[in-house]
């Protein structure tokens, strides 16, 4: 035994090393990359044409290249490792199931596919009402013209909200229904083969089962990973479009000072979209606007209460999955010639059965806490329009624009409190309950061990997480600030002198750049801890605890399936 503990305690913390110099790899490919298409833009952007400066499709292009950059970075952190992650677990998978049975994988296999197809089906679904909301947010300013077209336009947001969060349930509670139906046909078919000398060791069911379904489950959602890659292909099609374009100079006086007061007002709207990121209050419960939503919600109570039932139903799966899973090898014990598919037709139906039931009370709380969710926003962006409405004095396009971000950003992020989100805290809540009691009614020195060991884990992941939040947050303030200060005194630059300091202009950006790029680098190496506490370090918690059990099990204190539990 000790020399697989040893083989699995080296494998958990190798995967840590790993963890966490890959995050630092990407960051830093994603950082380089967002520098120099924002240096290269920059440089574009200073050379244009009068004409360029005049079209609203280039004004809307300029106001949207930050964000596409920064969904490219993010593409680069996050996106791509996971895209590699899925592609290696899913051909991983496969290969090394047939390697230990080949009679026993075919069949989990066909149910792997309909799987994949499934996920695959909801998650394009989940891109398009994704893309729904954009333009229908994209809508958002012609559409506070008049309060009819308003009324309208929430609505239509509600409708295509409401359709997302029926997909997005779907997708929620039907992972624990592949996870059950693999293991439902795996003792099903296993035991048979078991029976028959076809199958070597019991082992091989739950191995294959747990491998190949969530392998095909994850490999269903790459449609919507690779959608973050589209970003990419925008910034570069940004910045060829402005590659193409010709400089073209200006004879009269008039249409000179014209020109560059359009030029001025495109720097500063690009200036400001580079201020990024919110500020976090301390003390958000002392606002009004908390209170407002919160009395809103506090409303909405009784569909909660319903909700909040399905999803303690929802978080009993993965301990009754465990329980399943251990009594299914207590089949297994002493060295009787009994058969066992008799057994395997009795313990798959349990396995169906739970399977089924789990998936509905996952859909059912998922879906109420979406549509809470998309109600409190509905009453939001109907609230803060007659806010503005009311005022005696007339919308100017200041007022227009703040108002779009408050009904568009501002109330997407007030439902992500009270939507899903809110759904999968309540899971994790109800889970590590249920965890604990299931437990601790098996063995106490072992539930005693296994608890301290994740308890330091959840704690170490906390303060890591937080951590590494706040020094980012403070190095984007920092970086915000700066941008500020250039912003102002960019201001007080005339519109007729700014053709003759487009080279202190781009070489002041460049400054920028490199300081904003060294500020974002000191702070990877704790973004990549916080990678590795939530990737790697349950994996190695895991191996600790089996480490201390197994000598608990060693000295006759707990039986090894009990361990497992």
């Given amino acids: 035994m000790f020399p697989f503990l040893a083989y699995y305690s080296f494998t958990a913390f190798v995967l840590g090393i790993i963890s966490f110099f890959q995050f630092i790899c990407f960051r830093h490919v994603a950082l380089?990359?967002?520098?120099?298409?924002?240096?290269?833009?920059?440089?574009?952007?200073?050379?244009?044409?009068?004409?360029?400066?005049?079209?609203?499709?280039?004004?809307?292009?300029?106001?949207?290249?930050?964000?596409?950059?920064?969904?490219?970075?993010?593409?680069?952190?996050d996106s791509l490792p996971t895209l590699i992650t899925i592609l290696m677990q899913f051909f991983s998978s496969f290969g090394m199931s047939f390697y230990l049975s080949s009679k026993l994988s075919i069949p989990i296999s066909i149910l792997g596919l309909a799987v994949f197809l499934f996920i695959f089906i909801l998650t394009i679904f989940t891109i398009k009402f994704t893309q729904s909301e954009l333009s229908i947010n994209q809508e958002s300013?012609?559409?506070?013209?008049?309060?009819?077209?308003?009324?309208?336009?929430?609505?239509?947001?509600?409708?295509?909200?409401?359709?997302?969060?029926?997909?997005?349930?779907?997708?929620?509670?039907?992972?624990?229904?592949?996870?059950?139906?693999?293991?439902?046909?795996?003792?099903?078919?296993?035991?048979?083969?078991?029976?028959?000398?076809?199958?070597?060791?019991?082992?091989?069911?739950?191995v294959i089962a747990c491998t190949i379904i969530p392998a095909c489950y994850r490999f269903g959602t790459v449609p919507l990973i690779w959608n973050n890659f589209i970003s990419m292909k925008f910034a570069i099609h940004q910045i060829l479009t402005l590659e193409e374009k010709q400089m073209s100079r200006i004879s009269s006086t008039?249409?000179?000072?014209?020109?560059?007061?359009?030029?001025?007002?495109?720097?500063?709207?690009?200036?400001?979209?580079?201020?990024?990121?919110?500020?976090?209050?301390?003390?958000?419960?002392?606002?009004?606007?908390?209170?407002y939503i919160q009395s809103f919600a506090l409303r909405k109570c009784k569909l909660y209460f319903i909700a909040i039932f399905f999803a303690a139903i929802f978080a009993a799966a993965p301990p009754s999955f465990t329980k399943l899973n251990g009594d299914l090898f207590e089949f297994y014990k002493g060295n009787d010639s009994k058969l066992y598919f008799e057994d395997g037709i009795h313990i798959s139906h349990r396995y169906y059965e739970l399977g089924t039931i789990f998936c509905i009370a996952g859909f059912l709380s998922a879906l109420f806490f979406g549509i809470n969710g998309e109600r409190i926003a509905l009453h939001?962006?109907?609230?803060?329009?007659?806010?503005?409405?009311?005022?005696?004095?007339?919308?100017?396009?200041?007022?227009?624009?703040?108002?779009?971000s408050l009904l568009t950003k501002s109330t997407t992020q007030c439902k992500s409190a009270f939507d899903i989100s809110f759904c999968q805290f309540c899971v994790g809540f109800f889970s590590l309950i249920f965890g604990i009691c299931f437990i601790f009614e098996k063995n106490f020195s072992t539930a005693f061990v296994s608890s301290v060991c994740f308890f330091l884990q959840a704690i170490i992941q906390y303060f890591v997480?937080?951590?590494?939040?706040?020094?980012?947050?403070?190095?984007?303030?920092?970086?915000?600030?700066?941008?500020?200060?250039?912003?102002?005194?960019?201001?007080?630059?005339?519109?007729?002198?700014?053709?003759?300091?487009?080279?202190?202009?781009?070489?002041?950006?460049?400054?920028?750049?490199?300081?904003?790029?060294?500020?974002?680098?000191?702070?990877?190496?704790?973004?990549?801890?916080?990678?590795?506490a939530l990737t790697a370090l349950p994996q190695i918690t895991q191996a600790i605890s089996y480490i201390l059990c197994c000598f608990l099990t060693s000295e006759g204190y707990v039986r090894p399936v009990v361990v497992y539990k």
Wanted: glycine share 4%; charged share 25%.
């Fill in 380 to 404: 939001l962006r109907k609230s803060i329009y007659e806010s503005f409405v009311t005022l005696d004095e007339p919308l100017s396009d200041s007022k227009k624009t703040q108002l779009v």
């Fill in 32 to 77: 380089k990359l967002g520098r120099r298409f924002r240096r290269r833009y920059f440089q574009l952007l200073l050379l244009q044409s009068p004409e360029f400066y005049l079209s609203i499709k280039n004004k809307a292009m300029n106001e949207r290249i930050e964000m596409d950059i920064q969904k490219l970075q993010t593409s680069f952190t």
């Fill in 465 to 532: 997480s937080r951590v590494a939040e706040i020094q980012t947050k403070r190095v984007i303030s920092k970086r915000n600030q700066n941008r500020q200060e250039e912003l102002d005194e960019f201001r007080k630059v005339p519109e007729i002198s700014i053709e003759q300091k487009l080279e202190s202009l781009n070489l002041q950006y460049s400054k920028y750049l490199h300081s904003t790029h060294h500020r974002l680098s000191s702070v990877i190496g704790l973004e990549a801890l916080k990678f590795f």
């Fill in 254 to 291: 008039d249409s000179l000072t014209n020109f560059e007061y359009k030029r001025k007002e495109f720097l500063i709207s690009f200036y400001k979209n580079e201020i990024t990121g919110y500020h976090e209050s301390l003390y958000p419960r002392n606002s009004d606007a908390f209170r």
């Fill in 141 to 206: 300013r012609k559409s506070i013209i008049l309060s009819t077209t308003f009324f309208q336009w929430c609505n239509l947001h509600f409708s295509n909200g409401i359709k997302k969060s029926i997909i997005i349930s779907l997708i929620t509670g039907s992972l624990w229904l592949f996870m059950f139906g693999g293991m439902g046909v795996g003792a099903l078919y296993g035991n048979l083969l078991i029976d028959t000398k076809q199958l070597l060791y019991p082992g091989y069911i739950f």
